[in-house]
T-cell receptor, first 114, second 115 residues
Framework: AQSVTQLGSHVSVSEGALVLLRCNYS??????LFWYVQYPNQGLQLLLK??????LVKGINGFEAEFKKSETSFHLTKPSAHMSDAAEYFC????????????FGTGTRLTIIP | ETGVTQSPTHLIKTRGQQVTLRCSSQ?????VSWYQQALGQGPQFIFQ???????GRGNFPPRFSGLQFPNYSSELNVNALELDDSALYLC??????????????FGPGTRLTVL
């Protein structure tokens, strides 16, 4: 079985500051890892995914994440926060790439301070 | 715009009733998954359908059932509604016959409230 833990249900950063959202995973087999963003009253949008091709994954909107097997982590970062980044962010894990049945974390709400 | 639509947007039911939620996927998307997202929680996998057959199920009771149709639409049915079924229900679809870089696309969800 696999699981995901997101540390910090709420994160606040100033506009222009570094964004760091933490995700640790547990999986008995090599995992596939994902970050999704959810804006109010909307579905989930994929930011990026790790599929074992490269440990540093670049996504949309300037986000990136690094897979660290030794730390079982897949933290999401963005060098400079924008007001439009305010949303809920979910980390998810799957053990089947061609057949994604995702296990999600509980989410981190990101607030941007003007 | 993901090309995945869901209806209705909002729905209010009472305990014990039955409900049907609908999802319309992009043409060619032969796999559809349903997720339940309770307030303040991450989505939980309910089940997946591939070419109109159930292809995996999460930890949900049999009163949660589904159908997938040849026209790339699908349904989630919930019988004997309970208060804890109140949640946002998301469907996600993908084309598993294409490139391995394809991913699943989520619809905007249906907000179900059970009173």
């Amino acid at each position: 079985a696999q699981s995901v833990t997101q540390l910090g249900s709420h994160v606040s950063v100033s506009e222009g500051a570094l964004v760091l959202l933490r995700c640790n995973y547990s999986s008995s087999v090599p995992p596939y890892l994902f970050w999704y963003v959810q804006y109010p009253n909307q579905g989930l949008q994929l930011l990026l995914k790790y599929t074992s091709a490269a440990t540093l994954v670049k996504g949309i909107n300037g986000f990136e994440a690094e897979f660290k097997k030794s730390e079982t982590s897949f933290h999401l970062t963005k060098p400079s926060a924008h007001m439009s980044d305010a949303a809920e962010y979910f980390c998810a894990v799957s053990v089947n790439f061609g057949n994604e049945k995702l296990t999600f974390g509980t989410g981190t709400r990101l607030t941007i301070i003007p | 715009e993901t090309g995945v639509t869901q209806s209705p947007t909002h729905l209010i039911k009472t305990r014990g009733q039955q409900v049907t939620l609908r999802c319309s996927s992009q043409s060619g998307h032969n796999t559809v998954s349903w997720y339940q997202q309770a307030l303040g929680q991450g989505p939980q996998f309910i089940f997946q359908y591939y070419r109109e057959e159930e292809n995996g199920r999460g930890n949900f009771p049999p009163r949660f059932s589904g159908l997938q149709f040849p026209n790339y639409s699908s349904e989630l049915n919930v019988n004997a509604l309970e208060l804890d079924d109140s949640a946002l229900y998301l469907c996600a679809s993908r084309d598993t016959s294409g490139s391995s870089t394809d991913t699943q696309y989520f619809g905007p969800g249906t907000r179900l409230t059970v009173l």
